[in-house]
């Protein structure tokens, strides 16, 4: 499990209210170094008096992050066919149909499978977030840890999906649809975000090719705003 801060993307700049009350035989200039609360001053009748106006910019959300994991799984691709597999933002697993060449995946559906978690903490209270998915990247073999995972197929990340009350997602080759969902009263919102991976139907697979053993990982982009 990983904490990360996630910059919120807002902008609010400083600046000086003038008030004139009429005439302008005296000015005096209001130095913006601290907000004042309830300071008695005294102005001159006809004066021009300067007021500030304040506040205070906090661009950062506090996230716990979980990966998304389809724990252990089997899988074998073929040429102009694709199996699939999906794990839903509820943690389910889906196993697509074996294709008629033989593409399939299957997953054992062991303790290290889980949806992917976004856990915000102490967010502005009763506060819609937006989430945006982007910049998917196939799942491949490291050939440094595993070198016998050279010239193996990767498993394609096609889908996206979160929970939100309104789901935000990301669909093959490039459709984002952007979600949201509120914070409760305390500043707190959770977004469980499930995917859908394929086998691999196109070069380096001419056949029936049985993924090697390995530990495959991709990556994807979040964007959370408020």
């Not at 008629?100 to 102490?122: M, N, P, R, S, W």
């Not at 914070?183 to 959770?190: A, H, I, K």
Request: with cysteine; hydrophobic share 40%.
């Amino acid at each position: 499990m990983k904490i990360r801060t996630i910059g919120k993307l807002a902008g609010i700049s400083a600046f000086a209210l003038m008030l004139a009350t009429g005439g302008s035989p005296a000015f005096a200039q209001y130095s913006a170094a601290a907000p004042r609360s309830g300071h008695a001053e005294t102005w001159q009748s006809n004066g021009v008096q300067s007021v500030g106006v304040f506040a205070e910019v906090d661009n950062s959300l506090n996230v716990t992050v979980t990966d998304l994991n389809f724990g252990r799984i089997a899988a074998t691709a073929y040429p102009a066919e694709s199996s699939t597999l999906q794990i839903g933002p509820d943690g389910l697993l889906a196993e697509g149909a074996r294709s008629a060449g033989g593409a399939t995946i299957q997953a054992a559906g062991d303790a290290t499978k889980t949806q992917g978690i976004l856990a915000i903490t102490g967010a502005f209270a009763s506060t819609i977030i937006y989430t945006t998915y982007n910049n998917v990247t196939d799942m491949t073999c490291s050939t440094v840890a595993t070198p016998s995972c050279t010239g193996a197929p990767s498993l394609i990340i096609t889908n996206i999906v979160d929970d939100a009350s309104t789901p935000g997602s990301w669909t093959a080759p490039s459709t984002v649809v952007i979600g949201h969902g509120t914070t409760n009263p305390s500043g707190d919102l959770t977004f469980n975000v499930g995917a859908t991976i394929q086998t691999q139907s196109t070069a380096p697979v001419t056949a029936v090719t049985a993924y090697p053993g390995g530990l495959y990982s991709g990556y994807f982009d979040v964007t959370l705003t408020y």
